[in-house]
């Protein structure tokens, strides 16, 4: 019998009931619209005229806890009855997240599986994150933006991030139908989300990519790391304090980071690699599609008799059947690698195949992906009027 992979949770508040339980708040939808398109809002947030989402990027709940002296406002202790962290799906890397978070629906539903995917089509591998400008398909992302749906409850939907995003083909289509206001800075994001909440019903998302920035290169065991957290808990802080009293705030993050020691980046077996014709994913979640005819069940077999205390590896058909990316579409079912190795504790899995003799490979330190308690956990932190 082959060893047991583990199971996705699926009644646990994640991403997905974010924006939706924001919408509740808010009064443009009640639970019958909710279940009418197949949502969920296990959220519990008080009544609010606008709201706003702050997204930090790559702020993990336990690396937020162990830093909570450095963050005060972001760490203090919930509301009453309020829980302090949530899901955030698999796999936990930002695109799928972000994905869903702009949903309300899993990897499976929406079709972005990962940092890099599959493409069945063309037989080769796309960057599923800065890719969608020239290597990612019109139609591969599914569904709609609960940021359109907002439009038409008759809520303004606003991005505020970074000038660099505002034109990118991500930003197309995981944001569409919201109106971006760029502001470089985190104190110009905050700003800029007091002006758009100041009148009128809205939605603002606001996105801080630089901790997961500074993570992927330091990690997040670094001073810089604690120190850009600092500088975010400050401005979230003042966010607070100048918030009208009828605009309710949702903090959050897409996933959470842990740093991979030098010993523990892996690379991979090349005879494994044989028969895969495309890597995908990231080095905590790689995901392989093989040439047609290959024997399947005996390269999972090898993999894991290679891995198997370092990964949990699993066939597409075990991966989707333990719920890892909820409810697959049949269009999004060959996007899935045949095989997917997924780390435990804090390894992660290279090609270095490419490598010349003697030749340093570049790693990253704070990586993420898989699903460590590290990686899935995020910060829930609300203020303003969803507390009040």
């Known amino acids: 019998m082959p060893p047991s992979v583990p199971t996705a949770p699926d009644a646990t508040a994640n991403l997905a009931d974010v924006i939706p339980s924001c919408l ?21 947030l008080r009544p609010a005229r606008s709201a706003i989402v702050v997204l930090v990027d790559g702020l993990g709940a336990g690396a937020l806890q162990a830093r909570a002296g450095h963050a005060r406002w972001l760490a203090a202790p919930p509301a009453h009855g309020t829980a ?21 629906r899993p990897p499976g539903s929406h079709g972005v599986v990962g940092y890099s995917g ?32 907002a ?22 289509n995981v944001l569409g139908g919201a109106r971006y206001v760029p502001a470089d800075t985190i104190a110009q994001r905050v700003d800029a989300a007091l002006a758009e909440t100041a009148t009128g019903r809205s939605l603002v998302y606001l996105y801080v990519p630089e901790l997961d920035s500074i993570g992927h290169k330091r990690g997040w ?20 304090a100048r918030l009208p009293g009828d605009v309710g705030v949702v903090v959050t993050a897409d996933h959470g980071v842990l740093d991979v020691p030098e010993h523990a980046n892996l690379a ?22 093989v040439a047609p005819g290959t024997d399947v069940p005996a390269l999972v077999a090898a993999w894991r008799t290679r891995y198997g205390k370092k990964a949990y590896v699993a066939t597409r058909d075990e991966a989707v059947a333990a719920g890892w990316f909820g409810a697959v579409d049949d269009r999004v079912l060959p996007r899935i690698g045949d095989v997917i190795v997924v780390a435990r504790g804090s390894w992660a899995f290279n090609d270095d195949r490419a490598l010349r003799p003697g030749e340093v490979p570049k790693r990253m330190v704070g990586q993420h992906g898989a699903m460590t308690d590290e990686e899935t956990f995020v910060p829930l932190r609300l203020a303003g009027a969803f507390v009040a």
Not at 226 to 231: F, R
Not at 272 to 287: H, K, N, S, T, W
Request: hydrophobic share 45%; glycine share 10%.
């Open 151 to 172: 439009h038409a409850l008759g809520v303004e939907a606003v991005v505020v991030g970074p000038g660099r995003y505002r034109a990118s083909g991500m930003t197309a």
């Open 118 to 149: 599959w493409n069945p089509d063309t037989g080769q591998v796309m960057n599923l994150l800065s890719g969608w400008d020239d290597e990612v398909p019109a139609d591969w992302f599914l569904g709609e933006t609960l940021f359109t749906r």
């Open 24 to 44: 509740v708040a808010l009064g443009a939808a009640d639970a019958a619209w909710v279940r009418e398109h197949g949502l969920e809002a296990r959220i519990t």
């Open 268 to 289: 991979m077996d090349p005879v494994l690699l044989a028969d895969v014709v495309g890597i995908a994913g990231d080095p905590r979640c790689r995901q392989l599609a």
């Open 84 to 104: 302090k962290r949530l899901r955030s799906g698999f796999p936990t890397t930002t695109a799928a997240a972000l994905s869903t978070l702009t949903t309300g």
């Open 221 to 240: 065991e670094s001073d810089r790391w604690t120190a850009e957290l600092e500088l975010l808990d400050g401005e979230l802080s003042r966010l607070d």
